[in-house]
């Protein structure tokens, strides 16, 4: 078999594969970049909350350390008046 005969039927091959794949996940339709571009959107809003998400428990945990401190050495000041 020729080299390009084989690169075609290669190529061919991979065209009907992606096709079918495509199929499969029901992204073969005229409407198939906007759903690619709406999943991509998800995706992207995913992230977004995820890192969103991280940055509040990190502040979280920094005010609570924070607020512990302070009533740490609130207590030890005796500013709350006369202590145990």
Known sequence: MPDAEFEAMLTRAAEEGAKR????VELDGEEA???IRD???????IRLVRR?????????????VMLALLAGIAI????????P
């Open 39 to 45: 999943l991509r959107a998800l995706v992207d809003c």
């Open 76 to 83: 030890k000041l005796k500013i709350f008046g006369s202590g």
């Open 21 to 24: 794949a495509l199929a499969d």
């Open 52 to 64: 969103t998400a991280m940055q509040t428990a990190v502040r979280m945990i920094t005010t609570g």
């Open 33 to 35: 970049a906007l759903d």
